[in-house]
């Protein structure tokens, strides 16, 4: 494997020069990202408007189906809820005049798990949406937080212009205090709520104008320049006024546009718009795509990997079982990192060293899979999974690459499993390995030895209730949580010894991960703090890198 800046000279890496002009072509149009928010901030509504704009699907619907109406088609999750195992997260993915886009769709609240943190170790972008009239909220500030770890570049979409809202420059304040990013507005709104007219083209100084469109139906828009005379009769003084004003305060006290800072995920490009009557979304998503970083190099064992490089890697983000529960399948998302992946091909699985032909590979969009002949860097596949992959595994052709694991997240939800019935024991203990091996739950144990129920630890209660129907389901096993009134983990850097050399803490629990890595569980962010003030000399991590190649704990 080739990595950035190195030389191979190796002859299967010399690919002709077709190959080569393909797959930079390939790597060129494509653009990935994610979109994070709050629910209710419109992430749905968003998300089918920019499919709208790719031509990907033909008809918005409502955002709720309604009555007969067609349903949006990235919004499956009710189908899934039914059944009890709401786990989706699914790619869409459109092209858009140059461009082919892949949308790494992350669950809504009430399906937050950890699969929507390692969906964002996927994406190349973020889409940080937020409601103008509530700024920043606390699922956009944990996404938020998980973004900033991998340094991506965020693109702020203020949503629902068309409503009262927050002043736009107490938004941007908001940003730049809270999370410690820049802000660059791109366009500036012109009014808001009833009064809202459109917004100004910072770049071009031209004014956007929007016609409210039909319920579903792309809006029109209206170009004007600045110093046109018709804008006169089309917008009130007072509100072109004040936009005028805040952009000159923007000019003198603001950021600068820097792309570099961008990429870096040191600055946010800020739009304003309106998704659900489509304010904004086109010059959005046109600005997004020139602004956006392509296919980005990742990190492996040996270094970063040049998505130009010929041959295919990719590494397994998100596992997903009973996707069809007629088939019980199980299905790996795989994001393709170098290279071009081809059906049927034969790669190596990294961790196990084994070979393994990729027959079925497919791409999921919503409801609808369609098998894939090819795919390029940027985009996702989903795989077929006998049970051999876990989340982080890296897939490979030619020479060998790993790449960096997927760190685990910090949970928040902890529960004793019990099972009450002793002889299904063996189902109970297979259940459980196997469905943390899967990346379904975290599994901590207590330091005690007499206490050897699991302690299961997730991010969202969703993935609790899905360990518990799918041990029921999947291997015959009842059981029953136990909550822990615990909200806040970290683990301790310096190990087992560092702790050691604490002496006796206060006010948390000491537990083991499934590598036997001491982790602390606080009731609280406030018996957190104390413990850190009272021991500066402590390090501890709110996020753990996967051991991988070490076999866990077992129960
Ligand atoms: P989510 O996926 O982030 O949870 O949000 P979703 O798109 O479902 O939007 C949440 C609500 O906000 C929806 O209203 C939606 O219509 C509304 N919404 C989204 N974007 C805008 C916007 O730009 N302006 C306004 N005014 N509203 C917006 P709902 O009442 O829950 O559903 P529905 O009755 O519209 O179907």
């Known amino acids: ?41 419109g992430k749905t509504t968003l998300t089918e408007k ?28 009710d189908l899934e809820k039914q059944r009890g195992i709401s786990i989706t997260s699914t790619v869409l993915q459109f092209d858009y005049r140059d461009n082919t886009i892949n949308l790494l769709d992350t669950p809504g609240h009430q399906d937050f798990s950890e699969d929507t943190y390692r969906t964002l170790a996927a994406a190349d972008n973020a889409v940080m949406l937020e409601d103008a009239a509530k700024g920043l909220e606390p699922q956009t500030r944990k996404l938020f937080e998980v973004c900033r ?18 002043e736009p420059l107490s938004l941007l304040d908001e940003i730049e205090a809270e999370l410690g990013l820049s802000t660059w507005a791109v366009n500036w709104p012109i009014g808001s709520g009833e009064q809202f007219r459109g917004v100004i083209d910072r770049r071009s100084r031209e004014v956007v104008l929007f016609g409210r469109a039909e319920r579903g139906r792309q809006s029109s828009e209206r170009h004007l320049k600045l110093d046109d005379p018709k804008l006169k009769d089309l917008v009130e003084d007072d509100l072109l006024e004040k936009a005028l004003e805040e952009i000159e305060l923007l000019e003198v006290a603001g950021a600068e546009m820097d792309l570099n800072k961008i990429h870096a995920g040191e600055l946010t490009p800020i739009f304003f718009g309106s998704a659900m009557t489509n304010f904004g979304v086109r010059p959005f998503l046109d600005a997004f795509l020139c602004m956006a970083k392509g296919p980005i190099a990742r990190n492996s064992s040996d270094g970063p990997v040049d998505p130009l490089h010929p041959n295919f890697s990719g590494f397994v983000f998100k596992l997903q079982a009973n996707m069809d529960p007629r088939h019980r399948d199980r299905v790996a998302f795989v994001r393709v990192c ?25 791409k999921i969009f919503g409801q609808d899979r369609a098998v894939v002949d090819d795919a390029y860097p940027g985009d996702v596949i989903g795989l077929n999974n006998p049970g051999m992959f876990s989340i982080g595994d890296t897939l490979y052709s030619g020479q060998r690459v790993e790449y960096e694991g997927i760190p685990c997240f910090s949970p928040e939800i902890f529960s004793w499993l019990r099972n009450p019935n002793p002889s299904a024991f063996k189902n109970f203990r297979k259940g459980v390995n196997e469905l943390r091996e899967e990346g379904a739950v975290q599994i901590l144990y207590d ?27 999947e291997y015959g096993v009842s059981t029953r949580l136990d909550p822990l009134g615990f909200q806040v983990a ?3 850097s310096g190990g087992w010894k560092a702790l050691e050399e604490l002496g006796r803490i206060f006010n948390c629990k000491t537990v083991q991960d499934a590598w036997q890595r001491p982790v ?28 991988s190649g070490v076999d866990p704990l077992k129960l």
């Not at 699985?349 to 070979?355: D, N, Y």
């Not at 602390?520 to 000399?537: C, I, S």
Request: with cysteine; aromatic share 6%.
């Open 1 to 41: 494997m080739i990595l950035v800046n190195s030389v191979d000279n190796s002859p299967s890496s010399n690919p002709d020069e077709a190959f080569a002009t393909a797959l930079a072509e390939a790597v060129e149009r494509r653009r990935n990202f994610a979109i994070i928010s709050h629910p209710d901030a």
């Open 50 to 77: 920019l499919l709208l704009y790719g031509g990907a699907i033909q008809q918005a619907g409502a955002v709720k189906a309604r009555g007969e109406q067609r349903k949006v088609t990235s919004d499956w999750m």
């Open 149 to 166: 770890m991998r340094e991506i570049p965020i693109f702020t979409f203020i949503n629902k212009m068309d409503r009262p809202c927050q």
């Open 338 to 362: 170098s290279g071009r992946f081809e059906k049927d091909m034969t790669v190596s699985h990294a961790r196990t060293g084994k070979t393994i032909r990729l027959s079925r590979p497919q």
């Open 447 to 473: 330091t005690d030895q007499s206490k050897r129920d699991p302690i299961l630890a997730a991010v969202g209660q969703l993935q609790l209730e899905v360990v518990q129907h799918r041990l029921e389901n």
């Open 490 to 492: 970290r683990w301790v």
């Open 520 to 547: 602390l569980l606080f009731k609280n962010e406030w018996n957190l703090n104390q413990l850190e003030e009272d021991h500066p000399e402590l390090k501890l991590c709110s996020v753990a890198p996967v051991v």
